[in-house]
């Protein structure tokens, strides 16, 4: 039987979240968007992460919990943990590099 990496009665192993902070009025925040979509759709990972949109006007104490500063921001939380974070990508490669542990 294949090794379960100590994980409990085959329990998956709970996916990473991908928080993406943004403004609605934000432009950046939009071609941001444009990128990650593009960065999860050309390796097929849109199952590798869930995906939340936070938009820090109507949660800015989310804002403040993650300290996020600028927006756009992602933020990768593990667990209770927050193992990476990325503030106004300027394109698909730096938001690759950002997510490459995760992505297949």
Not at 16 to 30: C, I, M, Q, T, W
Request: aromatic share 8%; hydrophobic share 35%; proline share 7%.
């Amino acid at each position: 039987r294949a090794s379960t990496h100590g994980h409990s009665s085959g329990a998956p192993a709970e996916r990473p979240r991908l928080v993406f902070f943004y403004e609605p009025s934000s432009g950046k925040a939009r071609r941001t968007e444009g990128y990650l979509s593009q960065v999860l759709q050309r390796r097929h990972n849109h199952e590798s992460f869930r995906v939340y949109r936070v938009d820090v006007q109507e949660h800015p104490e989310l804002a403040d919990r993650f300290h996020v500063a600028e927006v756009p921001t992602l933020v990768v939380v593990e667990g209770n943990k927050v193992t990476g974070r990325l503030a106004s990508p300027r394109g698909c490669r730096q938001i690759e590099e950002l997510l490459a542990p995760w992505l297949r």
